[in-house]
């Protein structure tokens, strides 16, 4: 079983950058999918890497977030800068790349427990 785990959140002001980390254990890695969530939103996907090539970007962040893997370390990486108050949400990383549900975390699949992000004005 694959255990998750988010770091990084925090609290920042608009134009400023955070980098989230998901760090696994119990199976190596070999793709992560990023999403987010906002109060009364929908879950929406971010970004996603594959360890065997591939990288896909949500048009609402293409040019300022960037993800990527450290096989060594287990742990893929969002660098987010030029951050936007509407980034703000609760972000969560996923084996699952490819999740399309309507409210993220779900009950099934390998999941973190999500990292707050807050993107003030």
């Known amino acids: 079983e694959v255990r998750l785990v988010e770091s990084g959140g925090g609290a920042v002001q608009a134009g400023g950058s955070l980098r989230l980390s998901c760090t696994a254990s119990?199976?190596?890695?070999?793709?992560v999918g990023w999403y987010r969530q906002a109060p009364g939103a929908e879950c929406e996907f971010v970004a996603s890497i594959r360890i065997a090539g591939g990288i896909e970007y949500a048009d609402s962040v293409k040019g300022r977030f960037t993800i990527s893997l450290d096989n060594a370390r287990n742990t893929v990486y969002l660098q987010m800068n030029s951050l936007k108050p509407e980034d703000t949400a609760v972000y969560y990383c996923?084996?699952?790349?490819?999740?399309?549900?309507?409210?993220?975390?779900?009950?099934?699949?390998?999941w973190g427990q999500g990292t707050q992000v807050t993107v003030s004005s």
């Open positions: 996923s084996t699952d790349r490819l999740f399309m549900g309507v409210s993220c975390p779900p009950s099934f699949g390998d």
């Open positions: 119990g199976s190596t890695l070999d793709g």
